[in-house]
């Protein structure tokens, strides 16, 4: 028998948008006309409380992309480092070698294994 573990995505809380108001009613009594207003009021705070998270994410949306922006420009910086630091190693190591690494390893004694 497989058993799921439910994640904290997977179970119901107050992020949902279906857990404040049902849309289904069931009730043996019938509508009263004094409920329609009621109803109307319930469903405008939940429609201006909607409005208002779109305008929250969309805020959040602006700040994740601006984030991830910034950290393309730290990568391309850090890998620009990388790259010169990596140049500078590798000038330095073979020492004027015509840029063969082979012929510096022969005269070590190490033999290059190449695949």
Avoid: H
């Amino acid at each position: 028998m497989k058993t799921s573990v439910k994640t904290t995505q997977d179970v119901n809380n107050l992020r949902d948008l279906r857990t404040y108001t049902g849309t289904v009613r069931k009730s043996a009594k019938p509508a009263l006309p004094t409920t329609a207003i009621l109803d109307l009021y319930m469903r405008r705070n939940e429609r201006d409380r909607l409005v208002k998270e779109l305008k929250k994410l969309k805020k959040r949306r602006e700040q994740l992309l601006k984030r991830l922006k910034e950290i393309e420009k730290e990568m391309s910086k850090l890998l620009a480092q990388a790259a010169k630091t990596a140049k500078e190693i590798r000038g330095s190591s073979t020492k004027g070698g015509g840029g063969n690494p082979s012929s510096s390893s022969k005269k070590k004694g190490k033999m290059v294994v190449g695949y």
